[in-house]
């Protein structure tokens, strides 16, 4: 699907991130991972040692040298950047705002979305000279207002208006730009917080999912792999949840 395009993904080392990388790989992406954590990294390129077609980098996007050192160097490995995943997320406050630190605030936002939005630049610059890109940034249901979440929501909600925004200034050079908003994945930011719920607790949570179930890893790559393909070339701009039907209600 990929042939050898070149597709950047942060928070790739674990998680939703690592599940998109694999998938990227599968369809014959090159792929080039950008985590802060070193050791996640190490193992990976441990991992994928014998694959030319992939590559971690320790990177905190949230500090912009380091996103242009990073950058700088795929862009010397590689002729085009042809896609980017803005999947890195934190979420280190379930509080309303006046439980909510300023810190805690701060860093939520510098992950998601500054970091998003430093990527978002370094690629599109090379995606430009090309005429030709695909960026997919990984919101959540989040987005549209959930209790005690204030700087996570806050945070994913400008996923959404970024995206559009970035695929209105973009779509002359034919660079496509879509959200997608996962619902409760058990990745290990979620279960986290699912170990902490009561029997009911899970229940309800549960029960507000019509597909009677929890997503997986694999369910946000396979639609975040369609929407980087050419199999998706007239979207742009869109904000697709990918959530059981949790955000029906």
């Not at 160097?73 to 950047?81: G, L």
């Not at 959200?179 to 902490?196: A, E, F, Q, R």
Request: hydrophobic letters at 35%; charged letters at 25%; a positive charge.
């Amino acid at each position: 699907m990929f042939n050898n395009k070149t597709i950047v993904v942060t928070g790739g080392s674990s998680g939703i991130g690592k599940k998109i990388t694999e998938e990227i790989l599968a369809e014959r992406g090159r792929v080039f991972v950008l985590s802060k954590n070193e050791k996640k990294i190490n193992s990976l390129n441990k991992k994928y040692i014998s694959n030319k077609k992939f590559l971690g980098i320790q990177c905190d996007i949230s500090d912009e040298s380091e996103v242009k050192e990073a950058f700088n160097f795929i862009n010397k490995k590689t002729n085009h950047i042809y896609g980017l995943v803005n999947n890195a997320g934190i979420n280190p406050s379930r509080n309303n705002i006046l439980s909510t630190s300023l810190a805690d605030w701060e860093d939520t936002i510098n992950t998601n979305l500054k970091g998003a939005f430093l990527c978002s630049k370094e690629a599109i610059k090379s995606m430009e000279k090309n005429s030709q890109g695909s960026i997919v940034n990984i919101s959540s249901v989040a987005a549209f207002g959930m209790q005690r979440r204030v700087a996570y929501s806050s945070s994913k909600a400008g996923m959404i208006g970024f995206t559009k925004s970035l695929a209105r200034d973009h779509a002359s050079k034919s660079i496509r730009v879509n959200c997608i908003c996962p619902g409760y994945v058990p990745t290990n930011l979620v279960k986290s917080y699912l170990k902490d719920l009561s029997k009911k607790e899970k229940t309800d949570l549960l029960d507000r999912h019509p597909l009677g179930k929890l997503g997986n890893p694999e369910d946000i790559a396979f639609a975040t792999s369609f929407l980087l393909s050419s199999k998706a070339k007239w979207i742009t701009g869109a904000v697709l949840n990918v959530d059981g039907g949790y955000s029906i209600f």
